[in-house]
């Protein structure tokens, strides 16, 4: 079992669609948890980062942890062409020292 | 401008070939990485240097070897490329040491390297 599971999609949705992206992971030692979007032929930019179970808010991003589930969420409100993009998850932990990625989900947003 | 720059951009080369990738940021950053990034778009950490000094080494090929010859440069030399080396390698740099894992992680645009 990989220590992160990503859907790596396509995921294909109209302009204006709520979408959710999501990740599971094994390991509880996982501390901090992060989304990086990843245009064509560029490198992974840091979208949002949360420590602790719950959700934080950035504009149409919200990204939600749950802990006990060893799951988290990326929602992206009313999307826009200009989403489109791979989103990736990564968390890190003491243990790893490391920051361990899943394996990204292709979003398209179509006019 | 650029704050994290690889170059260069694109690599073909044959088989056998030694070759390089170099990085640098200006962001001032203590600690820097190199990541592959597979054709499925896998992202997996190589090296991390902080401050020229190496604290991650994954199991990596030893024909791999990163050289920090001050903290905002990483490069990154092959020897002997093989056909399953073909991947994009990206820099990134942080601020801090890697321990602080919420510091946020900068990358480069990549090098695509390609094996004939």
């Known amino acids: 079992q990989k220590e992160v599971e990503q859907d790596p999609g396509p995921l294909s949705v109209p302009e204006g669609a709520i979408v959710s992206l999501n990740c599971t992971y094994s390991?509880?030692?996982?501390?901090?948890f992060m989304w990086y979007r990843q245009y064509s032929r560029k490198g992974p930019e840091l979208l949002m980062y949360t420590y602790s179970s719950g959700n934080k808010e950035d504009g149409r991003f919200t990204a939600q942890v749950d802990k006990s589930s060893k799951y988290i969420s990326l929602f992206i409100r009313d999307s826009q062409p200009s989403d489109s993009a791979t989103y990736l998850c990564a968390l890190f932990s003491g243990g790893y020292n490391k920051l361990i990625f899943g394996a990204g989900t292709r979003l398209a947003v179509h006019p | 401008d650029t704050a994290v720059s690889q170059t260069p951009k694109y690599l073909v080369t044959q088989m056998g070939n030694d070759k390089s990738i170099k990085c640098e940021q200006n962001?001032?950053?203590?600690?820097m990485y190199w990541y592959k990034q597979d054709s499925k778009k896998f992202l997996k950490i190589m090296f991390s240097y902080n401050n020229k000094e190496l604290i991650i080494n994954e199991t990596v090929p030893n024909r791999f070897s990163p050289k920090s010859p001050d903290k905002a440069h990483l490069n990154l030399h092959i020897n002997s490329l093989e056909l399953g080396d073909s991947a994009v390698y990206f820099c990134a740099s942080s601020q801090g040491s890697l321990r602080v894992g919420n510091q946020p992680q900068h990358f480069g645009d990549g090098t695509r390297l390609s094996i004939l």
């Open positions: 962001l001032g950053h203590d600690t």
């Open positions: 390991n509880s030692a996982f501390q901090y």
